[in-house]
């Protein structure tokens, strides 16, 4: 028993023995604690039902040849602002759903993560060149704010009725550049669910014709910034030393273990790059299977970590006056529930079903607790048996078949490379030649 609270009722998030099922099996328990139908089991199976049928993927890019799989796992165990949440996650790396699983279950005791985020504001850009006076620009823009943000508005009626729209703008100056001194206006609008690319380049564009006259100047670019700073994400998780405790270190110690090695993550670029790894391990697969742009936010979480002029993590490692290690986390998290992909793909559809998703921020905030869980799992794995052992151990079976497994000889080699310690292919070639 550890020092957290205990939650006796029935929590949905936690399966006993999940990972222990078969796929079928581990989807049925999945959908019932979801307190889904079995008709949706289709929607998460890949090219065994068609649930992205080859017209729909021609749909949705050009050149379309083929679709190209990847496994989509479910992280269980999360309680996040008090909800329990059953995580869809595609990704292709071994370990990172059993990280975030074992590393939630953790939490889940201690009071589950908490998160808040900021309203979905993002930025559109509007390059202007060519200009000889850029205060003089910067202060005509300024003065007509209204009618800008009223002509943007124009361009989606509905975001407005949702309560949404352009909201501010800004005027940046830069005095030099390789092409000349340039000015930038940035509209700041408040997207709703959406992720809001679409829609903030609409705006661009739809205001460029006036921010050329108002300034004298040409417009350039009309894009977007995946640097959503005005869309942030904020999270913490509190947990006593005895909660990380296990048979081979204390619990004091591997807290400890977790909070130096997170500190050189602050220090150091080379080991923030890694770090950083580690927390988009878990935001991404979450990304991919609601169908929404995972390089949008790779590329916005980076710049941000970079933001203060040298690149460094985006948690932070600490133990309190008590004792008790405090993880906290802050990025950009531009992700929507409408639009795009998320809304024309089967699986993105159910996976959002899944979680039982209201919104743009709520699942803006499970993806970053996803997130800091998957960090805390690498850290507590470097600050005692290292990265590799647990690793291995779930990436035996890619061995194997590797090295030609098929049917049951997998399970067979694996088993025995996993009780060897000795996981590689020539190994389980001469394991799969004995059997």
Same mark, same amino acid.
């Given at each position: 028993?550890?020092e957290?609270?205990?939650n006796?009722?029935?929590?949905?998030?936690?399966?006993e023995?999940?990972?222990?099922f078969?796929p079928?099996?581990?989807?049925?328990?999945a959908?019932?604690h979801?307190?889904l139908?079995t008709?949706?089991?289709?929607?998460?199976?890949?090219s065994?039902?068609?649930a992205?049928?080859?017209?729909?993927a021609?749909?949705?890019?050009?050149? *379309?040849?083929?679709?190209f799989?990847?496994?989509?796992?479910i992280?269980?165990?999360?309680?996040?602002?008090?909800?329990d949440y059953?995580?869809?996650?595609?990704?292709?790396?071994?370990?990172?759903?059993?990280?975030?699983?074992h590393?939630?279950?953790i939490?889940?005791?201690c009071?589950?993560f908490?998160?808040?985020?900021?309203?979905p504001?993002?930025?559109?850009?509007?390059?202007?060149?060519?200009?000889?006076?850029?205060a003089?620009?910067?202060?005509r823009?300024l003065?007509?704010?209204?009618?800008l943000?009223?002509?943007?508005?124009?361009?989606?009626?509905?975001?407005?009725?949702?309560?949404?729209?352009?909201?501010? !703008?800004?005027?940046?100056?830069f005095?030099?550049?390789a092409? $000349?001194?340039?000015?930038?206006?940035?509209?700041?609008?408040?997207?709703?669910?959406?992720?809001g690319?679409?829609t903030v380049?609409?705006?661009?564009e739809?205001?460029?014709?006036?921010?050329?006259?108002?300034?004298?100047?040409?417009?350039?670019l009309?894009i977007?910034?995946?640097?959503?700073?005005?869309?942030?994400?904020?999270?913490?998780?509190r947990?006593?030393?005895?909660?990380?405790?296990?048979?081979?270190?204390?619990?004091?110690?591997?807290a400890?273990?977790?909070?130096e090695? $997170?500190?050189?993550?602050?220090?150091?670029?080379?080991?923030?790059?890694?770090?950083?790894k580690?927390?988009?391990?878990? !935001?991404d697969?979450?990304?991919?299977a609601?169908?929404?742009?995972?390089?949008a936010?790779?590329a916005?979480?980076?710049?941000w970590?970079?933001m203060?002029?040298?690149?460094?993590?985006?948690?932070?490692?600490e133990?309190d006056? @008590?004792?008790?290690l405090?993880?906290?986390?802050?990025?950009?998290?531009?992700?929507?529930i409408?639009?795009?992909?998320?809304?024309?793909?089967?699986?993105? @559809?159910?996976?959002?079903?899944?979680?039982?998703?209201?919104?743009?921020?709520?699942?803006?905030? *499970?993806?970053?607790?996803?997130g800091?869980?998957?960090?805390m799992?690498?850290?507590?794995?470097?600050?005692?048996?290292?990265?590799?052992?647990?690793?291995?151990?779930?990436?035996?079976?890619n061995?194997?078949?590797?090295?030609?497994?098929?049917?049951?000889?997998?399970?067979?080699?694996?088993?025995?490379?996993?009780?060897?310690?000795?996981?590689?292919?020539?190994?389980?070639?001469?394991?799969l030649?004995?059997l």
């Amino acid at each position: 028993m550890t020092e957290c609270n205990k939650n006796n009722k029935v929590i949905n998030s936690r399966i006993e023995n999940f990972r222990h099922f078969s796929p079928e099996k581990r989807l049925a328990k999945a959908l019932h604690h979801a307190n889904l139908d079995t008709s949706d089991s289709a929607l998460f199976n890949g090219s065994d039902s068609g649930a992205l049928s080859m017209t729909m993927a021609n749909a949705m890019i050009e050149n *379309v040849v083929g679709k190209f799989e990847l496994p989509l796992g479910i992280a269980t165990n999360f309680v996040i602002n008090g909800t329990d949440y059953l995580i869809p996650m595609v990704v292709e790396e071994p370990s990172v759903v059993a990280a975030a699983s074992h590393m939630a279950k953790i939490v889940r005791d201690c009071g589950g993560f908490s998160m808040d985020s900021d309203l979905p504001i993002m930025r559109a850009q509007v390059q202007v060149l060519g200009l000889t006076d850029l205060a003089a620009a910067k202060a005509r823009l300024l003065a007509a704010s209204s009618e800008l943000i009223e002509l943007a508005n124009r361009r989606d009626k509905i975001l407005i009725e949702l309560g949404g729209g352009c909201q501010e !703008i800004e005027v940046h100056l830069f005095e030099s550049s390789a092409v $000349g001194p340039m000015l930038v206006m940035h509209l700041l609008v408040d997207v709703r669910d959406a992720m809001g690319a679409n829609t903030v380049n609409s705006m661009a564009e739809a205001v460029a014709p006036l921010v050329e006259e108002l300034s004298g100047g040409t417009v350039r670019l009309r894009i977007l910034s995946n640097l959503a700073d005005r869309r942030m994400v904020r999270g913490k998780v509190r947990i006593p030393p005895s909660a990380l405790a296990n048979e081979q270190f204390d619990g004091v110690e591997v807290a400890q273990g977790i909070v130096e090695a $997170g500190a050189l993550s602050l220090i150091d670029p080379y080991r923030a790059a890694t770090h950083n790894k580690g927390i988009m391990n878990g !935001i991404d697969p979450i990304v991919i299977a609601t169908g929404n742009d995972w390089r949008a936010i790779e590329a916005g979480a980076h710049a941000w970590a970079a933001m203060s002029g040298r690149y460094k993590a985006l948690s932070n490692w600490e133990i309190d006056a @008590q004792g008790f290690l405090i993880g906290t986390i802050e990025m950009p998290m531009a992700l929507g529930i409408v639009g795009g992909a998320t809304k024309t793909h089967p699986t993105a @559809q159910a996976s959002l079903k899944l979680m039982n998703i209201k919104s743009a921020r709520e699942l803006a905030e *499970v993806t970053v607790a996803v997130g800091l869980a998957q960090n805390m799992a690498a850290l507590k794995a470097l600050a005692t048996e290292g990265i590799q052992k647990g690793h291995m151990a779930l990436h035996a079976k890619n061995v194997a078949i590797a090295a030609g497994a098929e049917g049951a000889d997998i399970e067979a080699v694996t088993k025995e490379m996993v009780s060897e310690g000795s996981i590689n292919v020539q190994r389980a070639k001469e394991l799969l030649a004995g059997l």
